[in-house]
Every structure is written in C-alpha cells, then in structure tokens.
C-alpha cells in the first residue's frame, strides 16, 4: 500500500511547468495555447494506492458488477469475475475464439445498462476470419451460476479484414441515449493506413451502433457516396480510450499517435479527426508523416496531445464524491509512460495535467470508478490496483 500525502497548494493550483520533462519528437506549433504541454496540478487530498491482485494475466478491460465486484477480460481470451477485495474468479466459458497475436485478443468490455435484470454483456475482440482479422463486437448473456455467458452471437465485424495483427482499437460503451459506441483502429500499415479516411471502411472510426449491431437511429448523415451507415466519426487511428462527459454526456476518446501526436479529442458526429493528413507526430524511422502537415481546413483539432507519447488506453471520468477535487476530472491509463494521467478539463480545454503512480512502473491499460467512489485500474502486468480516499 502507498500512501500519498498533500502538500501546500491550494486545490487544482496550475504550475507554470509541464509533467513532461523529455524534449518533443518534432518542432511542430500548437494550434492554440494550452494544446500541449499544459502546466501541471497536484492532488491535495490525501489519497491512498492498494494493489488488490498480481494474479491477472494482461488484462484489457474492467467494468464494474452492480454490487461491488468487478468484470475484467485478459488479452488471452479469458473473462474473469474479481470481487472487491481482489480474488480472482474462474475463468468464464463461451467467449468465442480471440486471435491474441500481436496486439489482439480480447479486448473491452461494458455492461448492458438493464443488466440487473438482462445480464447481458458486450465485448470486442480481435478476431480471425476468411482474409485476415478483423475488430468484432459480441453480446452474451452471463449464466445465473457466473460460470458462462450464454446466447453468444458476433453482431458487428469492422470489415475489411487484413493479415495485421496491430490496431485494433477495440473500445466499447453505451452511450447516454442508449446506443452503443465502439472504436476501431485503421491496422497500424500504410497499404491500411488511409482506410481511415475511407467512408466505406469500418477501419480507424467510431462505431454507432443498436444492441443488435445495426446502424444506430441519428447516426450522422455524411453526404458523400458509399458512406457506410454505423459511421460516427473517422479519420481516427488507433482509439484505445471512450468516455462520456458526466455533466455534458458529450464522447471524449483517445488515440494513438506514431512517435508523437497521441491525442484526446472531443467526438462530435461526422467530424473527420485528420489522420494521416495531419498529426502532431512522426513515422518511427523520423519522417514526415505525409506531408508533414498538422493543420488543414475541414479537419478537426485535437483538445490535447503528447510528444513524446505517453500510449493512451482505457480512461474514465471521475465521478465520485471521495476526492472533491477530481470531480469530472478525466483519468487515463497509460502504457508506455507508465502512470495515470489526470486531466482537469473546463470549458472543453485541458487546464492542469498530473502524473500518478508514476513510480509503480507499470503500463497501464485500462481504469474504472469503483461503486465505492475509488478508481481502480488493470495494467499489463496483471495488477490491480484500488486507487482512493486514505
């Protein structure tokens, strides 16, 4: 267990210097003040870090039971119940076969908002079919005796499949008014790369969906031809982290970029979020990412991003009553920087960013609200960890 004590500071005090220490990848200008780099804030409530498990095996995902427990899917293929206190259940049958080669397997997962009374559960997966592997959406009933899921059917599949086996996405929440959101990466290779601007590809977008994986009734409507319908926005690649604003219910997501240009975007319907026309990032080998441009007309801005990246994955806002002072504040696990990022965000703008459990080396890959008001994140690793209120 570790304890983090306040200091000094008045609550979420902005500093004049950034968490980030390390020089960028690339000299590209911000489009606006704040876009980068924002000063840093410290928590003030005395906080306290318990690892509940080290008995995970690379968990994905985490969602949280109505009475307390937990549901954590395993890159491997495997569903687990956790409960409260950190004991790891039995392996839960009927998941379908996961390619977990590479960056797949079994992916994220959410409850059905009727759960109490359906059970029903949806999760994605990367999943091998005829021409390559494909980001697969699937909903199962979970059996009475928490032992299987039941009923399980595949209902959405983000075609084309290819022969990759990177960026998959593989998010997946209900949003407010019911329908259900699932994000999709365009595959990582440059012969994939542009179907993320391609209306008829479900690579590099967000997915709107029925529970029964048709196009969702509002779906914005793009007036270009071939438009694929469950479309909700694209130019996106690699969206590993969804979460709906508690006080607006406007999507937030993140995602990754090459070396540099990670990115947090607010999702509005039809917009294009620009790659791989613009990026604040660079190809691995150092090269301009095309034409090396960051702005272009018709083209959404990202809220924030990173050089050098940090690798965003699952986030969550906080919502509890606990820590005042992350009130709908946003948490992000983070792979390669190893550690959960805090954002404080007003007027859809980052204003203070903070670094926690930075010294746990961990990457971690996804994070959750507890019923307990505490927040509780799963890194790669196979920790737990219960993050809360001393």
């Known amino acids: 267990m570790v304890s983090c004590e306040p200091n000094s500071l008045p609550s979420n005090t ?42 995970l095996q690379s968990p994905w995902g985490i969602v949280p039971l109505p009475d307390g427990r937990f549901m954590v899917t395993e890159k491997t293929g495997k569903m ?29 997962l959410c409850l059905d908002p009727s759960f109490t009374t359906n059970r029903m559960i949806y999760w994605a997966f990367s999943e091998a079919i005829t021409g390559g ?27 084309p499949a290819y022969a990759g086996t990177l960026h998959y996405g593989g998010r997946v929440l209900f949003a407010k008014d019911g329908s ?30 029925t529970i029964d994986g048709d196009p969702a009734p509002g779906n914005p409507i793009i007036t270009e031809e071939n438009v694929r319908p469950e479309i909700y926005s694209y130019g996106h690649r690699n969206v590993q982290g969804l979460a ?20 947090l975007n607010r999702i509005e319907g039809g917009k294009n979020y620009g790659w791989p026309i613009i990026t604040y990032g660079i190809e691995y080998s150092g ?13 959404e801005q990202p809220v924030y991003y990173w050089d050098p990246v940090i690798s965003p994955s699952g986030m ?35 204003t203070g960013e903070e670094r926690l ?34």
Request: hydrophobic share 35%; charged share 20%; with cysteine.
């Open 133 to 159: 592997n494909v980001t697969s959406l699937a909903k199962g009933k979970l059996s009475s005796d928490e032992k299987g899921l039941e009923n399980v059917t595949v209902i959405y599949r983000a075609t």
């Open 80 to 108: 687990r119940i956790i409960s409260a206190s950190g004991s790891v259940g039995i392996s839960i049958i009927g998941i379908p076969p996961v390619n977990s080669n590479g960056q797949g397997g079994l992916l994220s």
């Open 244 to 263: 709906i604003h508690p006080v607006t219910g406007d999507l937030w997501e993140n995602e990754f970029g090459p070396k540099g240009g990670d990115e």
């Open 14 to 55: 902005t500093l004049s210097v950034s968490v980030e220490t390390k020089p960028p990848n690339t000299n590209y200008t911000p489009a606006f003040e704040g876009q980068t780099r924002i000063g840093a804030v410290v928590t003030q409530t005395p906080y306290e870090v318990k690892v509940l498990t080290s008995d």
């Open 316 to 350: 969550t806002f906080y919502e509890g009553a606990e820590i005042s002072e992350w009130r709908n504040n946003l948490f992000i696990a983070a792979l390669s920087g190893m550690h959960i990022c805090r954002l404080v965000i007003e007027n859809n703008k980052v």
């Open 357 to 390: 459990l930075s010294g746990e080396n961990q990457r971690f890959r996804d994070i959750t609200q507890g019923l307990d008001g505490a927040l509780y994140a799963v890194t790669d690793q196979g920790k737990l960890y219960r993050i809360g209120k001393k």
């Open 287 to 299: 090269g301009k990412v095309g034409e090396g441009i960051q702005q272009k007309a018709g083209l």
């Open 180 to 209: 259900l959101l699932l994000s999709t990466g365009e595959r990582s290779d440059l012969v994939t790369r542009p179907q993320a601007q391609d209306l008829n590809s479900g690579l590099g977008k967000i997915i709107r969906l």
